[in-house]
C-alpha cells in the first residue's frame, strides 16, 4: 500500500516524556454559554518498519525486564569473586582470675592472674585453591606466682601458615569453579535476551505487515463499496429515464449495504491490529497517568513500509541458511553454554570424591619479656623460630554424597548434550519450513496477481455488455465481487509473504 502521498504530520520522539493536556480552567459564575468547538482529530502517527523496530528495541517493556534481569545476574557474577578478598579479625580480652593451689608448685597459696590479651589474624584466600594466614597474638599477665619470672609479663607469637589442596578441592578449576559457574550464567542470560529481542522483532514485523494487509485489505472494501455506489447511482439514472426497472435499483442498494458492513467489520479489524502493535512498539513510563497513555493509543497507526515486493524477492537455498543459523542462533549458543556448566560441575564432582590432602607450610615466632616492646622486637626479629612443614590425609571412607554428585552431574551432561542435538533439529526443521513457506507464499502472490488481472478483464467486458443491455445488473454486481475478492486474497497473499520473509530472517537468527 503506497501510503507516502497522504499528508499525515507527528513530531513525537522514541520513548519521549508524555505531555499531559492541561487541566480545564474553572468557568467564571455569570459567563455566558458559548458553543463547544469541533473537537480536533488527533495527529496521524506515522510509522515505518525501521522505526517500529527501532521503537519495540528501545520501549518494549519485556526487553526493559529482561535488560534488569540481565543487570541482576551481572551482579552476582562480579559479586562472586568475593571469595578471594581478603578477611580479617580482630579479639581483645581481659581476664582477672583467682584459683586456689592445687599444689606447692603453684607458686602461691592463692594464684591471682590479671591477663589482657590481644589477638589479630588476616586470611588471604588464592585462586590455587590455597590460602595464606598470618596470626599475631599478644598476652600482657600480672600475677602473683612466685616462680614466674616476672611480675608482669608480655608474651608474644607471630604465625604466617600457608595451605595448599593437593588432590581435592585443588587448583584454579575447582577453586574459581563457582564463579566460571555464575559467568555462564550471566553469558545465558544475555543469550536469553537476544532470543527475546529477536522474539520481539519477529512480533514487531508480523503485526506490523498484519497492520498494513488490514488496511490494504479497507482500501479495497472501500473501492469495492465505491463500485455498489456507482452501480446504485447509475441504476438509479436508468430507472428515471425509463430504460432500468426498480429491481435494478434494489439490487443495487442491497448490494451497496452488505459491502458497507463488511468495511465496518474490516475497520474493527483494522482498529485491532494498530492495538497490536502499539503494545509492542510504545512504551509506558512507570506510574504514568493512565489518560496519558489512552492520549498516545488513539493516536491513528499509519504504516509507510509498503507489503514485501515479490520482484525482489530471492528464494535462498536451505543449507546456506541453516549454517547462517547454526551459528547465528541464540537458542544454540545458550544451549552450549548449558553444556560448559555441566562439564564444570562434573569437574567439580570427580574432585570432591577424592580425599583431601594439604601441603602446609608455617613460620612462627615467640617472645618472651617482662618489657612489651622487648618482647615484641623479639617476636618480630623471629628470635626463637619455629617452622613446621605437614601433610594431612583425610576423608570419608566410602564418600557415597560425592559419589551420587559425581553420577548426577554425568547424567546431566548427557542431558545437557541431547538437549543440544534437539535444539540443532528443531532449528532444521524451523528452516525447512521458513523456506519452504517462502517460496508458497510467492507462488501464492503470482497466482493472486492473474486472478486480479483476469478478474478486471471480466469486470470491464461486463460493463461493455451492460452499457448495451446485453447483461443484468445482478451479473455485473457479481463481476464486481469477484474483482474485490482476487483484491483482497492477492492483499492476503501479499500480507503472508511478508510475513513467511519476517519468519524466514528470525530461522536464520539474523
Not at 541458511?321 to 553454554?337: D, F
Not at 570424591?353 to 602446609?360: E, I, K, T, V, Y
Request: glycine share 6%; proline share 4%.
Amino acid at each position: 500500500m503506497n501510503v507516502t502521498g497522504r499528508a499525515f504530520v507527528l513530531a513525537v520522539g522514541v520513548c519521549a516524556p508524555r505531555i499531559a493536556a492541561p487541566p480545564l480552567a474553572a468557568q467564571a459564575p455569570q459567563a455566558p454559554a458559548v458553543p463547544a468547538p469541533a473537537a480536533q482529530a488527533l495527529p496521524a502517527l506515522e510509522l515505518s518498519l525501521d522505526d517500529a523496530l527501532r521503537r519495540a528495541l528501545e520501549c518494549n517493556l519485556d526487553l526493559a525486564i529482561d535488560a534488569a534481569n540481565v543487570e541482576a545476574q551481572r551482579a552476582r557474577a562480579l559479586g562472586s569473586w568475593g571469595a578471594f578478598d581478603p578477611t580479617y579479625s580482630l579479639r581483645a580480652a581481659v581476664q582477672d582470675r583467682e584459683q586456689e593451689a592445687p599444689s606447692s608448685l603453684t607458686g602461691a597459696t592463692v594464684l591471682e592472674e590479671d591477663t589482657q590479651s590481644f589477638e589479630g589474624s588476616l586470611g588471604l584466600p588464592l585462586t590455587s585453591g590455597g590460602r595464606f594466614d598470618l596470626t599475631f597474638t599478644t598476652d600482657n599477665q600480672k600475677t602473683n606466682s612466685q616462680f614466674s619470672l616476672a611480675e608482669v609479663s608480655t608474651t608474644d607469637t607471630v604465625r604466617l601458615a600457608y595451605t595448599q589442596p593437593l588432590l581435592r578441592g585443588a587448583w584454579r578449576g575447582y577453586a574459581t569453579s563457582q564463579q566460571r559457574l555464575a559467568e555462564l550464567e550471566l553469558l545465558q542470560a544475555r543469550e536469553r535476551r537476544e532470543k527475546l529481542r529477536a522474539d520481539v522483532e519477529l512480533s514487531v514485523r508480523q503485526a506490523y505487515w498484519d497492520l498494513v494487509g488490514a488496511r490494504e485489505q479497507e482500501s479495497v472494501r472501500r473501492l469495492a463499496v465505491d463500485l455498489a455506489q456507482e452501480q446504485v447511482q447509475q441504476n438509479q439514472r436508468r430507472l428515471e429515464v425509463g430504460v432500468g426497472t426498480e429491481v435494478d435499483v434494489l439490487q443495487a442498494r442491497t448490494t451497496l449495504a452488505q459491502r458497507e458492513e463488511q468495511l465496518l467489520s474490516l475497520q474493527t479489524t483494522v482498529a485491532n491490529a494498530e492495538d497490536a502493535l502499539r503494545a509492542l512498539v510504545l512504551g509506558r513510563a512507570h506510574a504514568e497517568p493512565w489518560e496519558q497513555t489512552l492520549s498516545v493509543w488513539k493516536q491513528p497507526l499509519v504504516p509507510t513500509t509498503s507489503l514485501f515486493d515479490p520482484a525482489a524477492l530471492e528464494i535462498p537455498a536451505a543449507g546456506p541458511v541453516l549454517a547462517a543459523a547454526l551459528s547465528g542462533r541464540s537458542e544454540l549458543a545458550e544451549q552450549r553454554l548449558r553444556i560448559e556448566a555441566a562439564e564444570v560441575n562434573l569437574a567439580r564432582t570427580v574432585s570432591e570424591l577424592r580425599p583431601s590432602l594439604d601441603a602446609g607450610l608455617s613460620a612462627s615466632a615467640f617472645g618472651f619479656d617482662g618489657d612489651p616492646g622487648e618482647a615484641f622486637e623479639k617476636t618480630i626479629g623471629f628470635d626463637f623460630p619455629t617452622l613446621e612443614a605437614s601433610l594431612t590425609l583425610s576423608g570419608p571412607l566410602r564418600n557415597r554424597t560425592a559419589l551420587g554428585n559425581q553420577r548426577a552431574s554425568r547424567a546431566e551432561l548427557r542431558a545437557a548434550l541431547l538437549a543440544y542435538d534437539k535444539a540443532e533439529l528443531t532449528v532444521l526443521t524451523e528452516v525447512r519450513s521458513a523456506v519452504r513457506e517462502l517460496a508458497h507464499q510467492a507462488e501464492a502472490v503470482a497466482a493472486a496477481e492473474k486472478s486480479v488481472a483476469l478478474a478486471q478483464r471480466q469486470l470491464e467486458a461486463e460493463q461493455a455488455r451492460y452499457a448495451q443491455g446485453l447483461s443484468t445488473t445482478f451479473q455485473l454486481l457479481e463481476f464486481q465481487q469477484q474483482l474485490a475478492t482476487a483484491m483482497g486474497s492477492r492483499t492476503v497473499a501479499l500480507t503472508a509473504l511478508s510475513r513467511a520473509q519476517a519468519q524466514l530472517l528470525r530461522a536464520r537468527g539474523a
